[in-house]
């Protein structure tokens, strides 16, 4: 969607064909009934609407609405309560109150090497042990809570400072800061929009395209220095 956003066809035909291609894909973030994606999208639409137009991202939002709308009914029960009631009491959906034990043991284990981390592929282990030492009283105080042993902390904030320490986290930030910033020198903003998206994704969830969050680090010093490469020598970049 963002691609088709920044990078409009001249052949009206094609750019027609792109528009419907982001209704289907605005079709499948409804239909993935994950709260994550709803307020990732949501964050890029207002990036979108600050840098671009509102009178555009209004479109963008309509077309969201209008689908949503549209396939809300065909949803199963149990999908449709959850859409609601993540709207409705977000502090009471039951996405919030499963993260909150892994959350508690992420905060604990940053206090206890906040500089360089532990790594992320070790939360299964940490987390292995704290469930399986606490099983009884997380059951009965999460009695909603998923028995199962979790990859991550389910928060990209609490996920890199974990994984890599405060050192890891700053050199994070600076590989986006420095996407963005050749992306607004294109005028495309393309790394702002996804940016924006993930700030608000990554409060639930870690992972996107990558099972231990590596993508976080390497694509957007990759997205940078392509676009930089590409300008510079255009011919070897498509080569």
């Given at each position: 969607?963002?691609?088709?956003l920044?990078f ?10 792109g528009?419907?291609?982001?209704a289907i ?8 009934v994950g709260s994550s ?6 964050s890029?639409?207002?990036a ?11 479109v ?14 065909f949803m ?9 009631s993540?709207f409705?009491?977000p ?10 034990p ?8 940053i206090?206890?090497a ?5 790594g ?9 042990e704290?469930?399986?030492k606490n099983?009884?009283s997380?059951?009965?105080?999460n009695p909603?809570?998923?028995?199962r ?8 904030y609490?996920a ?20 963005v910033r050749?992306?607004r020198?294109?005028?495309h903003?393309?790394?702002l ?7 608000a994704?990554g ?6 395209l990558?099972r ?12 940078a ?5 590409f300008?510079?020598?255009p011919?070897?970049a498509?080569?």
């Amino acid at each position: 969607i963002f691609c088709l956003l920044c990078f409009p066809h001249p052949n009206r035909t094609v750019r027609n064909t792109g528009y419907g291609l982001m209704a289907i894909l605005s079709a499948m973030i409804v239909l993935s009934v994950g709260s994550s994606s709803y307020l990732g999208m949501a964050s890029a639409i207002l990036a979108f609407a600050v840098m671009r137009s509102w009178k555009k991202a209004m479109v963008s939002i309509l077309v969201l609405l209008t689908v949503g709308c549209a396939l809300f009914p065909f949803m199963p029960d149990s999908e449709q309560e959850r859409i609601v009631s993540a709207f409705q009491t977000p502090l009471n959906d039951r996405t919030f109150k499963n993260r909150l034990p892994i959350w508690g043991l992420a905060y604990q284990k940053i206090t206890e090497a906040p500089i360089f981390g532990h790594g992320l592929r070790t939360f299964k282990t940490h987390y292995q042990e704290y469930f399986d030492k606490n099983h009884e009283s997380l059951k009965a105080e999460n009695p909603d809570m998923d028995l199962r042993y979790f990859r991550h902390p389910h928060s990209i904030y609490l996920a890199t400072i974990y994984g890599w320490g405060i050192a890891g986290t700053a050199l994070l930030a600076a590989c986006w800061a420095m996407a963005v910033r050749y992306g607004r020198q294109q005028e495309h903003h393309l790394m702002l929009y996804v940016t924006a998206f993930m700030l608000a994704f990554g409060l639930f969830e870690v992972r996107f395209l990558s099972r231990d969050g590596a993508f976080f680090l390497f694509f957007p010093i990759g997205m940078a220095f392509t676009q930089c490469l590409f300008v510079r020598h255009p011919l070897t970049a498509i080569s």
